[in-house]
């Protein structure tokens, strides 16, 4: 039966929609060191859905300009190349986290806050800590649990066998995800970044962010969405049945060199953070 049941979920990862090929062509523009801001605002301006969440986004009070952002080309200007790319994937994937997901105990759109919640602040961290490109921080926060909406229909049939595990096996709920189901909801994420062609990086990060300190090619993207994930349960955010417990990893503490009183401010800063509804709204 598992083999069956690995097979049909290999299958549905297989199913998932690749990205909507606008989508694709827009990450290629920003990645073109040769297009300029008027390539991207035209590719943009043929999406209007696309359009108006880029500037509703743009114009929240995370971003925090004084005055309002009226066209594309003024967001790219203000923001930057890699930050339009973080918000055309996050609006993007807002409906696919739109859905309520049983098998998790998720309500309507509580996976898109939790997982928008998480992208906010791992693209905060990474700040603080002065990485090069936060953005791929905010992408890899904003997709770490993409796995639970394939596998939520699994988790929900299996869930008295999964708690069972849970409370006598005195392990962790994505342990028993993986013991009945042969997958945890991490490593599904993992193989939906593979067929979206994300960076090997944030592959790791999506596929890893709850065990850091196995990560070999960025273990600092892994500490960072980790560490994110952790203060997005605390604040206590979208939490379903797997986000009583959650720790940070003296992995991610160590490789990202933060001391207690880091991670209390980085608590209290999160909170502030994700107070605009704007950044949420756009479903």
Same mark, same amino acid.
């Given at each position: 039966?598992?083999?069956?049941?690995?097979?049909?979920?290999?299958?549905?990862?297989?199913?998932?929609?690749?990205?909507?090929?606008?989508?694709?062509?827009?990450?290629?523009?920003?990645?073109?060191?040769?297009?300029?801001?008027?390539?991207?605002?035209?590719?943009?301006?043929?999406?209007?859905?696309?359009?108006?969440?880029?500037?509703?986004?743009?114009?929240?009070?995370?971003?925090?300009?004084?005055?309002?952002?009226?066209?594309?080309?003024?967001?790219?200007?203000?923001?930057?190349?890699? *930050?339009?790319? %973080? !918000? /055309?994937?996050?609006?993007?994937?807002?409906? +696919? &986290?739109?859905?309520?997901?049983? =098998?998790?105990?998720?309500?309507?759109?509580?996976?898109?806050?939790?997982?928008?919640?998480?992208?906010?602040?791992?693209?905060?961290?990474?700040?603080?800590?002065?990485?090069?490109?936060?953005?791929?921080?905010?992408?890899?926060?904003?997709?770490?649990?993409?796995?639970?909406?394939?596998?939520?229909?699994?988790?929900?049939?299996?869930?008295?066998?999964?708690?069972?595990?849970?409370?006598?096996?005195?392990?962790?709920?994505?342990?028993?995800?993986?013991?009945?189901?042969?997958?945890?909801?991490?490593?599904?994420?993992?193989?939906?970044?593979?067929?979206?062609?994300?960076?090997?990086?944030?592959?790791?990060?999506?596929?890893?962010?709850?065990?850091?300190?196995?990560?070999?090619?960025?273990? *600092?993207?892994? %500490? !960072? /969405?980790?560490?994110?994930?952790?203060?997005? +349960? &605390?604040?206590?955010?979208?939490? =379903?049945?797997?986000?009583?417990?959650?720790?940070?990893?003296?992995?991610?503490?160590?490789?990202?060199?933060?001391?207690?009183?880091?991670?209390?401010?980085?608590?209290?800063?999160?909170?502030?953070?994700?107070?605009?509804?704007?950044?949420?709204?756009?479903?």
């Amino acid at each position: 039966m598992r083999d069956i049941r690995l097979n049909h979920i290999v299958q549905k990862v297989n199913d998932m929609p690749v990205l909507p090929s606008r989508v694709n062509r827009i990450i290629e523009l920003i990645e073109d060191p040769n297009s300029t801001i008027d390539d991207l605002e035209k590719e943009i301006l043929m999406d209007q859905s696309l359009t108006s969440k880029i500037l509703k986004l743009a114009n929240s009070a995370y971003y925090g300009y004084p005055r309002k952002i009226n066209t594309v080309s003024q967001a790219t200007i203000l923001l930057g190349f890699q *930050t339009i790319k %973080s !918000i /055309v994937l996050a609006s993007t994937v807002s409906k +696919m &986290m739109a859905h309520e997901l049983k =098998g998790y105990a998720l309500g309507e759109n509580d996976l898109w806050t939790q997982s928008q919640t998480c992208a906010i602040i791992s693209r905060n961290i990474a700040k603080e800590i002065k990485i090069s490109n936060p953005e791929t921080a905010y992408i890899g926060g904003l997709l770490r649990d993409i796995g639970k909406t394939i596998l939520s229909y699994y988790v929900e049939r299996e869930y008295n066998a999964i708690v069972n595990k849970v409370e006598f096996g005195n392990i962790s709920f994505l342990e028993a995800e993986e013991e009945i189901l042969g997958f945890n909801h991490a490593q599904v994420g993992e193989k939906i970044a593979e067929k979206w062609n994300f960076p090997e990086d944030l592959v790791e990060a999506i596929g890893l962010h709850h065990t850091p300190e196995k990560s070999i090619i960025n273990p *600092t993207l892994v %500490s !960072i /969405v980790h560490i994110a994930d952790a203060i997005t +349960m &605390m604040l206590g955010v979208g939490i =379903g049945v797997d986000g009583l417990a959650y720790n940070f990893s003296p992995f991610a503490l160590e490789t990202l060199n933060l001391s207690s009183i880091d991670v209390e401010d980085l608590i209290s800063k999160s909170h502030d953070l994700i107070i605009d509804r704007d950044s949420f709204d756009l479903i």
